[in-house]
């Protein structure tokens, strides 16, 4: 699968979300330095290559995440803020869905995982081209995991929904229409939660190219 270096309009939206705290990790998630970048900047400058559009929702510490970005600020990549970032994900996730036409299709993005390949967001959107489901989730070896790509009728499940409620609650109603995209690589099933989480994805993924 290649894609051309401006990718289609009707490509599915990118959505970052950007905005927590990282309360269990010593360090601040979106600028992990991450292969000589923030962590927030690589994620965003692989998708830029893939969807028209990529919005970065910011919370805590947003003018910094802003700033790691000050060099790729364009119409095809935009910060939105949460200002209620502190209710949790949900509220994220709604700010960069309320930015998006109601048209669109989105791919959500969680900055924890800046050792997801592009070879990842290619698959899922390879899917979406090719089937009409509701939901596209990446899987490995049986294992769902992240990023995962909306069709707009998902949307009206995520607004509707109280800023305290869960991404996990917003698409649940949809797992059954769920289009299942297999991988060959774990990153998926991984996020940078904690220290731990941290080392063992340096070590496997982002000491190497794969």
Known sequence: MTFPSHP???????????????????????????????????IAKRLRTLCPLVLVVTGYRG?????ALSDLHDEHVQCIENPDWKRGMLSSLQA??????????????MVDQPHVP?????????AWRETAHSLYIPCYKDRRG?????????????????????????LAEFTTDACLVPVPTEAVIHTINTPGDL??????????KG
Not at 63 to 67: A, T
Not at 147 to 168: E, G
């Open 118 to 126: 592009t070879s990842v967001h290619e698959a899922l959107i390879h």
């Open 199 to 208: 080392e063992y994805i340096t070590r496997v993924f982002l000491n190497n």
């Open 8 to 42: 289609p309009a009707t490509n599915p939206v990118a959505i970052i979300l950007s905005a927590g705290r990282s309360s269990r990790l010593s360090q601040f998630k979106p600028l992990l330095s991450i292969r000589g970048e923030p962590a927030v900047r690589g």
């Open 146 to 170: 992240h990023p995962v790509l909306c069709r707009p009728v998902v949307r009206t499940s995520i607004m509707s929904r109280s800023p305290d409620d869960t991404t996990r609650n917003a």
């Open 63 to 67: 003018d910094d995440v802003r700033n």
């Open 96 to 109: 960069g869905v309320r930015a998006v036409s109601h048209d669109s299709s989105f791919l959500i993005h």
